[in-house]
T-cell receptor, first 115, second 116 residues
Framework: AQSVAQPEDQVNVAEGNPLTVKCTYSVSGNPYLFWYVQYPNRGLQFLLKYITGDNLVKGSYGFEAEFNKSQTSFHLKKPSALVSDSALYFCAVSGYTGGGNKLTFGTGTQLKVEL | DTGVSQNPRHKITKRGQNVTFRCDPISEHNRLYWYRQTLGQGPEFLTYFQNEAQLEKSRLLSDRFSAERPKGSFSTLEIQRTEQGDSAMYLC??????????????FGPGTRLTVL
């Protein structure tokens, strides 16, 4: 069975400071990892994914994530946080499902960026 | 707006009633997924369609739940004899099957179900 863990329920950071939202995964086989963001009353929005290749993945809105196979981690990062980045962030791992790729999500991390 | 749409956005029903939700995926996407999200949790996979074929169902999907995707376009999720435990946000997502096998999924805004 595949799973992801997001050890922090909430992360607080000051605007302009770097941010990190942590994610660790457990899969048998190759990991296919995703980050999504959820704003209030809006659907999940795709940020970035790691399938293969470079361990540093760049995504939308200035976010990036670092894949670390030895630590089974896929932490989300941004060099300089904005107040508008405040939202709920989900890490997910993909598993084969008869031709598709169902996602298994973590419990989410609430990011709060303060002035 | 050419994103995934879901209707209704909110549904309040009494226990024991049947409800049906609709999802319209992005037009060129032939993969469609349903997830359920409860407060404080991440979305949980319910079922998956490739075109009109339902290829996988989660054990979370009891016999009271049924999903269809006629003609491989929109999809409906029906819950019969609703229970209070069915109260959740029901999310629909779609993705294309070309290119990378692990294409990202695009989510709709969800249907929030409240069972009284």
């Amino acid at each position: 069975a595949q799973s992801v863990a997001q050890p922090e329920d909430q992360v607080n950071v000051a605007e302009g400071n770097p941010l990190t939202v942590k994610c660790t995964y457990s899969v048998s086989g190759n990991p296919y990892l995703f980050w999504y963001v959820q704003y209030p009353n809006r659907g999940l929005q795709f940020l970035l994914k790691y399938i293969t290749g470079d361990n540093l993945v760049k995504g939308s809105y200035g976010f990036e994530a670092e894949f670390n196979k030895s630590q089974t981690s896929f932490h989300l990062k941004k060099p300089s946080a904005l107040v508008s980045d405040s939202a709920l962030y989900f890490c997910a791992v993909s598993g084969y499902t008869g031709g598709g790729n169902k996602l298994t999500f973590g419990t989410g991390t609430q990011l709060k960026v303060e002035l | 707006d050419t994103g995934v749409s879901q209707n209704p956005r909110h549904k309040i029903t009494k226990r024991g009633q049947n409800v049906t939700f609709r999802c319209d995926p992005i037009s060129e996407h032939n993969r469609l997924y349903w997830y359920r999200q409860t407060l404080g949790q991440g979305p949980e996979f319910l079922t998956y369609f490739q075109n009109e074929a339902q290829l996988e169902k989660s054990r979370l999907l009891s016999d009271r739940f049924s999903a269809e995707r006629p003609k491989g376009s929109f999809s409906t999720l029906e819950i019969q004899r609703t229970e209070q435990g069915d109260s959740a946000m029901y999310l629909c997502a779609s993705s294309r099957s070309g290119g990378s096998f692990y294409n990202e999924q695009f989510f709709g805004p969800g249907t929030r179900l409240t069972v009284l």
